[in-house]
Each structure stands twice: as structure tokens, then as C-alpha cells.
């Protein structure tokens, strides 16, 4: 299974060396602009492989779905995308992902510039144990917006974003522990929203919700995607099948198909992605 | 053999055997009963030692009260019961003086330490240096004031010409030293507890390691980090044996940190040590000053609880 991958499988380095002279692969045949080109991603952690060769492009402002059975390596690699997964101090990675044609593995480009830039929600909803405005106002603040009439603004603006405007407007100054889980998850897209990034990587958002709250966030997903670019982590078929424009499937840490949303479920190419959907083991 | 013994346990019944059991019951069951009355006992120990003790205060305090106004001993001056002037205020200035430097020195560098150990520390380095910090609090106060007597002061005196032998500066950073660890120790706990989907969150907006410290951890830990503060302060308040050696036994109204001074600890040793008559007025004033003293240590406490209650940020 891993033959073809071991093959180009560059040497290991640390991270935040970025290979050099690579060229930049532009999209041929196609019209659409990519936010992410991901070229021959390996992953270890300590001395376990956790991704193989993963090669991958995902266009701009698609909801671009990434689904596998557990352990498969989905999270790992959404988390590489912003370098989130860099919190465990024994990874280490080869190959080069590419945000915007610039190599996010550069020393040039700062991790926290790739943060603003590439926002994120996790799995179990977690705001801070501050006030909801607080809260959505945190990533400005830290970014320098002082202004109380701007932040304001901002913050009116992503919770109307993130759907949750009319059901905390008149409770802004509360703590936003006090709010369910389903809206805790929507102060969260909230506050990601409130420094405008252009990616929003989801990982598994829905997990921890009801199906009413699942459902809002599924709405709101198909709202965004006009403006930001987003990729969804689903433990979901279905989810993914409802909300994706593509549909990455992963196995065992490698990346087996990667199509659009509607063919990969309706006429998938490779036999594991067909057994995996037709619910045959996962 | 082992034959037989597999046929002996083959119709073995486990409920059989657990009905078996509980018809022994009768004698733990008495036990059980009698645990909790047991260990309320354990508990009521500590109790009651306080209450003995605030008794005890309250009787001899009492009883000097009765031939010194508590009006004069609260706001006298002059504290020098051997020619009969039970004015406290020196002693509490005193107290205060080495407190107030104590708190200057351990809180930033206690609370630095403890940012360093739970937010850029290896787990190797922590493994390290932990340790190492709360050996620093095992160590003997007496040992602490020799240092501060024979090193600190010597040391201190190549910057300030005109320090006294015995002073209040010196005791005081010396005092500051050791409660660092505590503050350290009990902030990092507090902080290692702060749950790690809070960092990754703000990580994600784009924080710095730095900025997810002062503004996410330290704010979330911050009833933890007021608690170890207030401990360690009332543990300066209450430090005996460093101001005995390195700070003198000259009761002075003044906030000169150069100067020797006397604090309300000092003067409980001086007066039981001395040749102190049993039921003189200078026995009971013991008395009174150590009333003085838990009633400094009860606000601190009151204070960290209205603190952390005030500010908590529950997660």
C-alpha cells in the first residue's frame, strides 16, 4: 500500500527549514485558484509515519471535505495546514505545502502570519473563559485593533456572521461558558471570523453537537464558503456529502482519492474510497 | 489432582458465594459505620487546635488590654515595653516594611519562573528545575537569615555605604528569596491546569507564545496564581528567624529599609526568650501582638478569597 509514496519520499528534516529552489506548481487545465498546494507531505511523529506523500490542492472559497476512518491521519493533516500540529514537540515533516504560492515551512514566513491567515475551529468547542464579546474581540486585540467603536463592529459583524448574532446580542458581557455547546461552537467560527482570515480549517466541528446545532453549523458552512475558503474534517459521510464541493478520502495516512464531492460518492475511481462509502469497513 | 480440583470448582456459584459473604457482614458493616466518626476526628484536630489557640490569644490579649488602653497600643508610637510604652505601631511598620520587599522581589520572579516551567519549559528542563525550586523551600530559615547576615548584607553594603549591620532591607529580600519557590510551584500548578485547547485557541488566531501567556493562561490561572500570592505573603508576615538574625531588634517607625527594625514576629521571640516574667505586662503584650498578627494573616485571607472570587474565570 505504501509503495507508491515511499518511492518519492524525500529526506526527513525539522520543521520550519523550507526546502528551497522547489518550483511552484500552478493549477494547469483549470480555471480555479488554489489556496493550498500540498507537494509530497510526509509527517512523523517521533518515529512514526503519520502521513505518506500526500499530494493535494485545494481551490479557493470550495468547502473542501476531508474524510477517513480514525487514526487515517485527517486531523493530523488539517492541523498541518496552519502548523497547529508543530504543538506536539516531536513532529517532523518533509515535502512542502504551499499557501498562496509562498512556502509555509519557510523560515520567512512567520507561523503566527499563517495563523491570521489560516483560522481554525476544533473538535470540542473552546472559548475562552471570558465574556462572548471578549471572546470574538480576542483575535483583533492581540492583532493591535484598539479602537472600541471598530472592535464593536468587528464583533457585531462575525457573531451576525457566524449566525449566533440575535441569540447572544443582549447578553454580550456574559461569560461565554454559560451558552450550550452548539452555540459555544458558533462563538468559535465567530471568533475566527473577526480577523477576516481567508482559510477556515474545521476539525470535526459538528462532533460534539446535537443534530439542531450540527444543522446550523452545516448552514453556516455553506454561507461562508462565499467568502472564505474552507476544509472540513468529517467523521460524517453524509456531511461531507451534503456540504463539500471536494471530498478528499484518507486511509492509513495516505491520500487515496481526491475529486469532486459528487463523483467521488456517486463513481469512485479506487476501489478502497468505494468500499469505505459503501460503509463495507470504517 | 489437578483433576479433582477442577471438578471441585466446576459448580462453584458465584452468587452463592457472595450471599455467603454477606451474612458475615454484620462485623464490617459496624466497621463502616464507624470509619466516618473516625476520620471526622482526624479532621477535627486541626479544628480545634485553631480554636485553642484563638482562645488562648483572646484570654491573655484580654487581660492586657485591661491595663493598657487598646487605643494606645493601636496607634502609639513608641514601642518599648521595658520602660512600660506598648505603642504597636512600630512593630506593624516593621512587619510591613519586610513584607512589602519581600513581595517586591518573589512575586515577578516567582511569577516569571512559574510562566517560564508551564509555558516555554521542556518537560526535561521542568523535570530539573522544579525540584530544584522546591528544595529551595526545605531549606532552614535560620540558614536563610546566616545568609542574609553574612552575605547579602555584606553585599549590599558595596552599593549602600551607609547600611546598617542590621537591616531591614536585606531581611526583607531574603525573606522575598524564600517564598519564590512557593509562588512558583503553586502559579505553575495552577497555570499546568489551565486546559491546553485554551492555548491552542488563541495559537490559532495568530497569538504568540508570549501573548497566549499574559492574556489567556495567566488570566484563566489567575484565581490559582492569587491564592499562591496571598499564601506566600502571609508566610512573609508570619517569617520569624531571617528578621530575628538579619534585621535586629530596634522597634523604629520608619520605612527606611536601610534601618534596623523590629517586626511583630521578632518581638514575640525577643519577649519569650528573655527573662520575661510569667504574668508581667509585657508577658500579656506577647499575647496582644500575636492577636495583632492573626488578625494581619485572617484580612490576607479574606482578601485572596474576595481576590479570586472577584476574578475568576472558570473553565
Known amino acids: 500500500m505504501q509503495t507508491i509514496t ?6 526527513e528534516r525539522p520543521l520550519g527549514t523550507g526546502v528551497k529552489g522547489t518550483s ?8 480555479e485558484q488554489n489556496v493550498f498546494e500540498i507537494n509530497d507531505l510526509n509527517l512523523w511523529y517521533g518515529n512514526d509515519q503519520a502521513l505518506y506523500g500526500i499530494d493535494m490542492k485545494v481551490p479557493q472559497n470550495k468547502v473542501t471535505a476531508i474524510i477517513g476512518p480514525s487514526g487515517c491521519g485527517k486531523s493530523t493533516y488539517l492541523k498541518t495546514l496552519n502548523r497547529m500540529v508543530e504543538m506536539v514537540p516531536t513532529v517532523k515533516t518533509s515535502g512542502s505545502i504551499k499557501y498562496k504560492g509562498e512556502d509555509i515551512f519557510s523560515n520567512k514566513y512567520g507561523v503566527e502570519d499563517l495563523r491570521t491567515k489560516v483560522g481554525m475551529v476544533f473538535q470540542k468547542p473552546n472559548p475562552f473563559p471570558k465574556s462572548i464579546y471578549d471572546n470574538v474581540a480576542y483575535g483583533p486585540r492581540v492583532h493591535g485593533v484598539k479602537k472600541k467603536a471598530v472592535l464593536d ?12 448574532w440575535d441569540e447572544v446580542k443582549d447578553r454580550l458581557n456574559e461569560n461565554a461558558f454559560g451558552l450550550s455547546g452548539g452555540q459555544q461552537q458558533r462563538i468559535c467560527i465567530a471568533r475566527a471570523l473577526a480577523i477576516e482570515p481567508d482559510v477556515i480549517l474545521m476539525d470535526e466541528p459538528t462532533s460534539a453537537l446535537d443534530p439542531i446545532s450540527t444543522l446550523k453549523v452545516e448552514e453556516l458552512v455553506q454561507e461562508l464558503k462565499k467568502k472564505y475558503s ?7 459521510m453524509q456531511q461531507a456529502a451534503r456540504i463539500s464541493d471536494k471530498t478528499a478520502f484518507f486511509l492509513n495516512g495516505e491520500l487515496i482519492e481526491f475529486d469532486d464531492t459528487d463523483k467521488l460518492f456517486s463513481n469512485p475511481s479506487d ?4 468500499d469505505y462509502i459503501s460503509g463495507r469497513f470504517g | 489432582m489437578e483433576k479433582a480440583f477442577k471438578d471441585e470448582t466446576i459448580d462453584l456459584d458465584v452468587q452463592a458465594l457472595i450471599d455467603n459473604k454477606r451474612k458475615k457482614k454484620s462485623i464490617s458493616g459496624k466497621i463502616e459505620k464507624l470509619v466516618p466518626a473516625f476520620l471526622l476526628l482526624c479532621a477535627s484536630v486541626s479544628v480545634l487546635t485553631t480554636a485553642g489557640i484563638l482562645f488562648t490569644l483572646l484570654r491573655e490579649s484580654i487581660t492586657f488590654f485591661s491595663s493598657t488602653s487598646i487605643f494606645d ?11 512600660g510604652h506598648f505603642g504597636v505601631l512600630p512593630l506593624i511598620t516593621g512587619t510591613l516594611l519586610i513584607t512589602l520587599i519581600a513581595a517586591i522581589v518573589a512575586v515577578p520572579l516567582g511569577l516569571m519562573s512559574a510562566i517560564f516551567l508551564s509555558e516555554y519549559a521542556s518537560n526535561r528542563a521542568r523535570k530539573i528545575i522544579k525540584p530544584t525550586l522546591e528544595v529551595l523551600a526545605g531549606i532552614p530559615t535560620v540558614v536563610y537569615g546566616f545568609f542574609a547576615l553574612t552575605f547579602v548584607t555584606p553585599l549590599l553594603k558595596s552599593f549602600l555605604p551607609g547600611l546598617g549591620v542590621f537591616n531591614a532591607l536585606s531581611a526583607g529580600i531574603v525573606v522575598g528569596i524564600m517564598i519564590i519557590p512557593m509562588i512558583a510551584s503553586l502559579s505553575e500548578d495552577a497555570m499546568n491546569s489551565v486546559p491546553n485547547n485554551l492555548r491552542e485557541g488563541a495559537l490559532a488566531l495568530g497569538a504568540t507564545k ?10 484563566a490561572a489567575f484565581s490559582g496564581i492569587m491564592a499562591s500570592i496571598v499564601l506566600a505573603i502571609s508566610r512573609a508576615i508570619g517569617e520569624t528567624m531571617i528578621v530575628v538574625i538579619a534585621a535586629g531588634a530596634s522597634p523604629a517607625l520608619t520605612f527606611d ?12 521571640v525577643q519577649g519569650a526568650t528573655g527573662d520575661t516574667t510569667f504574668g508581667s505586662t509585657i508577658y500579656y503584650s506577647i499575647y496582644a501582638v500575636g492577636a495583632t498578627l492573626f488578625i494581619f494573616t485572617l484580612l490576607m485571607n479574606m482578601l485572596s478569597q474576595y481576590i479570586s472570587r472577584k476574578f475568576r474565570e472558570e473553565y
Open chain 1, 6 to 11: 515511499k518511492n518519492n519520499q524525500s529526506a
Open chain 1, 24 to 31: 511552484v506548481i500552478k493549477s494547469e487545465g483549470t480555471m
Open chain 1, 153 to 164: 463592529q468587528v464583533v457585531e459583524k462575525s457573531l451576525k456572521d457566524a449566525a449566533i
Open chain 1, 230 to 236: 474552507i476544509i472540513i474534517v468529517t467523521h460524517n
Open chain 1, 271 to 274: 476501489k478502497r474510497t468505494e
Open chain 2, 73 to 83: 497600643f493601636y496607634t502609639g508610637t513608641q514601642w518599648s515595653p521595658w520602660s
Open chain 2, 210 to 219: 508570549l501573548e497566549v501567556a499574559f492574556k489567556v493562561v495567566l488570566p
Open chain 2, 257 to 268: 529599609p536601610t534601618r534596623s527594625i523590629q517586626t511583630l514576629t521578632a518581638f514575640i
